[in-house]
């Protein structure tokens, strides 16, 4: 268990505002990230235009992040540096069970993320499926790792990646417009793929435990920062398409159980899942969601006090454009309880004075 960063001096007092942000709740405080332009960011941005890419070499993907978080240790937020595993995060799973894995570039955050087309064509090949530990994208996954675990030793953390299980999972066997029409046609058979899909990820995550270090007892996180326990990350995705009840009837069980197995878990939901908010606040286990932003829908900042009300105490991270959040800080409009992820922040300087407010400010 790591305890120290040289890419984060300044690591036990942003430990202690992030364990009292996800432990006791405060709603009286604020807490962000600010996002400054990186010469690591462009150099990707130069080689790999947006859209497939090749398998990717661990050793650059590795040094990438190496570089960017370097140029972030003079920021002195509320972030935590780690490095995010997107190589295979969603390829990983279809790729255990016999799926072609693809990559894909994605210039603006420096990630070369994973998938897979439909593995299956109707539930006839499901019975084969099995989780294969002699694959070559678990064996790739494995590498990953250690050459980060490595890489990082001293310097920087490496973040929990996101789960693909319950209906995710479904969606990587047939895909997702098939997916919904299997829930009316074949459920008791989505119930099978979805305990399926849960021993998978429980596997998939119980090595990344054991491979990669907590940080002083927590687990770093893209989503959250850092927060208390083996934390994972869940997805309810399927569901932002559908009403309350079917993520009720269809999501809410698996969600639970697979937090069950670890120390709980956070959560994102996008602009058009915003109904599900009662229902995923009361999920157990959750510690903190985030509220991600997309096209055609208003921001999460610009509605942050409805919003926040309908998740109760639930800690909560959203993004915050740098000008209309230095607005609410001087006007004492923020909402307490809350991390920003405050973007386009002009320089170091900048960001480190206004973490000095952030710091000081009390709702």
Same mark, same amino acid.
């Given at each position: 268990? +790591?305890?120290?960063?040289?890419?984060?001096?300044?690591?036990?007092?942003?430990?202690?505002?992030?364990?009292?942000?996800?432990?006791?709740?405060?709603?009286?405080?604020?807490?962000?990230?600010?996002?400054?332009?990186?010469?690591?960011?462009?150099?990707?941005?130069?080689?790999?235009?947006?859209?497939?890419?090749?398998?990717?070499?661990?050793?650059?993907?590795?040094?990438?992040?190496?570089?960017?978080?370097?140029?972030?240790?003079?920021?002195?937020?509320?972030?935590?540096?780690?490095?995010?595993?997107?190589?295979?995060?969603?390829? @990983?799973?279809?790729?255990?069970?016999?799926?072609?894995?693809?990559?894909?570039?994605?210039?603006?955050?420096?990630?070369?993320?994973?998938?897979?087309?439909?593995?299956?064509?109707?539930?006839?090949?499901?019975?084969?499926?099995?989780?294969?530990?002699?694959?070559?994208?678990?064996?790739?996954?494995?590498?990953?790792?250690?050459?980060?675990?490595?890489?990082?030793?001293?310097?920087?953390?490496?973040?929990?990646?996101?789960?693909?299980?319950?209906?995710?999972?479904?969606?990587?066997?047939?895909?997702?417009?098939?997916?919904?029409?299997?829930?009316? +046609?074949?459920?008791?058979?989505?119930?099978?793929?979805?305990?399926?899909?849960?021993?998978?990820?429980?596997? #998939?995550?119980?090595?990344?435990?054991?491979?990669?270090?907590?940080?002083?007892?927590?687990?770093?996180?893209?989503?959250?920062?850092?927060?208390?326990?083996?934390?994972?990350?869940?997805?309810?995705?399927?569901?932002?398409?559908?009403? #309350?009840?079917?993520?009720?009837?269809?999501?809410?069980?698996?969600?639970?159980?697979?937090?069950?197995?670890?120390?709980?878990?956070?959560?994102?939901?996008?602009?058009?899942?915003?109904?599900? @908010?009662?229902?995923?606040?009361?999920?157990?286990?959750?510690?903190?969601? @985030?509220?991600?932003?997309? @096209?055609?829908?208003?921001?999460?900042?610009?509605?942050?006090?409805?919003?926040?009300?309908?998740?109760?105490?639930?800690?909560?991270?959203?993004?915050?454009?740098?000008?209309?959040? #230095?607005?609410?800080?001087?006007?004492?409009?923020?909402?307490?309880?809350?991390?920003?992820?405050?973007?386009?922040?002009? +320089?170091?300087?900048?960001?480190?004075?206004?973490?000095?407010?952030?710091?000081?400010?009390?709702?």
């Amino acid at each position: 268990m +790591d305890s120290s960063l040289h890419y984060c001096p300044d690591l036990e007092p942003r430990l202690e505002r992030l364990r009292a942000l996800y432990t006791e709740r405060p709603a009286d405080r604020i807490f962000a990230r600010m996002e400054v332009a990186t010469n690591a960011l462009r150099k990707f941005a130069g080689k790999y235009p947006p859209g497939y890419t090749g398998c990717p070499d661990l050793v650059e993907r590795a040094g990438f992040w190496d570089e960017l978080l370097a140029e972030r240790a003079a920021i002195h937020d509320d972030s935590i540096p780690s490095a995010y595993l997107s190589e295979l995060d969603q390829g @990983l799973y279809g790729g255990m069970i016999g799926g072609k894995v693809q990559f894909m570039a994605h210039p603006e955050n420096g990630w070369i993320s994973s998938m897979v087309p439909p593995i299956l064509g109707d539930w006839e090949g499901f019975p084969r499926l099995a989780i294969d530990h002699q694959s070559r994208w678990y064996k790739f996954y494995l590498q990953e790792l250690e050459v980060f675990r490595a890489a990082s030793r001293g310097k920087f953390g490496i973040s929990h990646f996101i789960l693909v299980d319950s209906l995710n999972f479904i969606f990587e066997l047939f895909g997702a417009t098939q997916t919904y029409l299997e829930l009316m +046609d074949h459920p008791e058979k989505v119930r099978e793929a979805i305990d399926f899909a849960w021993r998978l990820n429980v596997d #998939v995550q119980q090595t990344f435990f054991q491979h990669a270090p907590l940080l002083a007892g927590g687990t770093c996180s893209n989503m959250v920062e850092w927060i208390p326990g083996r934390v994972v990350s869940e997805s309810v995705d399927p569901f932002h398409m559908t009403s #309350v009840q079917h993520f009720e009837t269809w999501g809410r069980e698996p969600a639970e159980r697979i937090l069950a197995a670890f120390d709980g878990g956070v959560l994102h939901i996008h602009g058009n899942g915003r109904h599900l @908010l009662e229902a995923v606040s009361t999920m157990r286990g959750l510690k903190a969601v @985030l509220l991600a932003d997309d @096209l055609h829908i208003p921001s999460a900042f610009s509605l942050l006090g409805k919003l926040r009300r309908r998740l109760g105490d639930l800690p909560v991270v959203v993004k915050a454009e740098f000008p209309e959040f #230095v607005a609410a800080l001087a006007t004492h409009q923020l909402e307490g309880g809350v991390l920003f992820r405050v973007q386009n922040v002009p +320089d170091v300087d900048t960001a480190n004075r206004t973490m000095d407010q952030v710091r000081g400010y009390r709702v």
